[in-house]
């Protein structure tokens, strides 16, 4: 079985589209999308027409969460300048329904478990952890989570082994050991946004490094699972005049270099 793992497009149609193609040519058997699709200031709805054409397995990642939650409003109470705020602009009731209809986690097959954070929490980070000192110039406030942290947020409710997250927009694998046995954990990267800064629950900056569009590809074989992380380039110059366009300045830059402003 070869598996094509996209996450965190966050309305980015360009890079959705090289990655597509990059995929295309790789003979795969099946493209599973681990959420987070639309949110962002560049083309949300048309983001959303064309993954509505796929028959992708696909799961819902906290912003289509909160996105959900967004479109109850009245539309003069949504603020345009926000990610999720934008996106709930750009949407329609038809798009609405599609993301209500995708559920929070799923399992592919016996083998694979799809979850955007964590298996218990779409906010959670997996392969990453979050600490303080951001604001005081010590490093970006994020490292890599320890063997112990990746274990323990596991938990006991997941025994397939491999499972595939996102969220955290780091590309990254990692093995820990299950209820019943290893487990293979592999996050794809972001199609759509390599560099953005948070607050929760500590500040802190997460930066790919290069504007390049990232997804996964998996292979099984008899020795186990073969993991590709894949960097494909696309107009992310275009993109980040659409941002700026919009009025995201933040985005404009991480688009254009894979680093938060500021950070180089």
């Known amino acids: 079985m070869k598996l094509a793992v996209i996450s965190d497009i966050h309305g980015n149609l360009l890079a ?25 200031p560049l083309q949300v709805a048309e983001t959303a027409d064309l993954l509505m054409t796929q028959d992708f397995p696909t799961i819902r990642g906290n912003h289509e969460r909160q996105l959900l939650a967004l479109m109850h409003k009245p ?23 599609w993301l209500a209809s995708l559920p929070a986690s799923m399992a592919l097959n016996d083998e694979i478990w799809l979850c955007h954070g964590t298996p218990g929490s ?8 979050v600490v303080p000192g951001f604001e005081q110039g010590q490093g970006p406030g994020v490292r890599a989570a320890s063997a112990a942290e990746v274990a323990e947020r596991l938990g006991s409710g997941v025994t397939h082994p491999v499972v595939l997250c996102g969220h955290t927009h ?16 592999v996050n794809p990267g972001s199609v759509g946004l390599q560099a953005y800064g948070d607050a929760h629950p500590w500040p802190h900056v997460v930066e790919n490094g290069a504007p390049h569009a990232r997804y996964a590809l998996l292979q099984s074989d008899a020795a186990g699972w ?39």
């Open 75 to 97: 539309r003069d109470q949504l603020d345009p300048l926000t990610s999720d705020g934008y996106a709930a602009t750009q949407l329609s009731p038809a798009h609405a329904e």
């Open 226 to 264: 073969q993991v590709s992380l894949r960097a494909v380039p696309y107009d992310h110059r275009a993109q980040s005049l659409a941002a700026a366009r919009n009025h995201r300045p933040d985005w404009a830059h991480a688009l254009a270099t894979g680093f938060m402003p500021g950070r180089i």
């Open 16 to 40: 959705l589209q090289a990655v597509l193609a990059d995929i295309a040519r790789q003979g795969v058997d099946q493209t599973v999308n681990l959420g987070d699709i639309l949110s962002g």
């Open 122 to 129: 779409d906010l959670q980070y997996w392969l990453e952890t």
């Open 170 to 185: 780091v590309p990254r694998v990692a093995q820990c050991q299950g209820p019943q046995g290893p487990v293979l954990i």
